[in-house]
């Protein structure tokens, strides 16, 4: 018969710390005799609290969030990152990098993972595909850890369509209003502040 129980108890300094006790009736020499192991497991409670917190503070952010390993397979996705590519928890946790990223090439893989591993940071920009097969550019933040003898790359991922949307109407204006100014004969000019230059288009030589 086993028995377990998690206990607080106070060391000679004063400091109090977690304990497990676990004992076990078990036969020796013929005899049956009761074997308790006592462990101090207060820098584990901490390290588990930790995570939870940080868990619940990751659940709660706007950005899409992926904990992957060097397998490319997630091992914590949040309620964004779900909701950003329609599929539940469950479902995205069995996907690899690749299910969601067209455009990533296992060749390259190691070749990032350096990048990664001796910057500890990447910014970059790719493109994410929802479970309905529609894609859209993202902008992705990642960071490279070791826990426990073990490898991961903690990535956020913000959806930057209405940035990418924006950037191509700007230059669709600006294509049609250099026309304009071309047809009209007219000449601008831009000053930069922050540099204390001057932009002026072809017109103005003319």
Not at 19 to 24: A, C, D, H, K, P
Not at 89 to 115: A, M
Not at 144 to 169: H, M, P, R
Request: aromatic fraction near 12%; glycine fraction near 4%; proline fraction near 1%.
């Amino acid at each position: 018969i086993k028995h377990s129980l998690e206990f607080e108890f106070r060391v000679k300094s004063g400091e109090l710390r977690d304990g497990y006790l676990s004992t076990e009736l078990i036969e020796l020499s013929k005899e049956k005799v009761l074997l308790s192991i006592i462990q101090d497991i207060t820098e584990r409670k901490k390290a588990e609290q930790d995570l939870q917190i940080m868990s619940i503070a990751l659940s709660n952010i706007n950005q899409a969030v992926f904990l992957i390993d060097l397998d490319e397979g997630f091992k914590y996705v949040n309620e964004s990152a779900c909701k950003s590519l329609g599929y539940t928890k469950t479902e995205l946790l069995k996907l690899r990098l690749s299910d969601i990223d067209p455009g990533f090439k296992i060749e390259s893989k190691y070749e990032n993972l350096k990048l990664i591993k001796e910057n500890k940071q990447s910014i970059f920009e790719t493109t994410h595909q929802r479970k309905n097969g529609e894609t859209f550019p993202v902008v992705i933040s990642s960071t490279y850890f070791n826990y426990e003898g073990e490898e991961y790359v903690l990535s956020f991922a913000e959806d930057i369509t209405e940035k990418k949307q924006a950037e191509t109407a700007l230059k669709i204006n600006q294509f049609y209003l250099n026309n304009a100014l071309e047809i009209a004969h007219l000449g601008y000019w831009e000053y930069n502040i922050s540099t204390d230059l001057f932009t002026l288009n072809d017109q103005f030589y003319k």
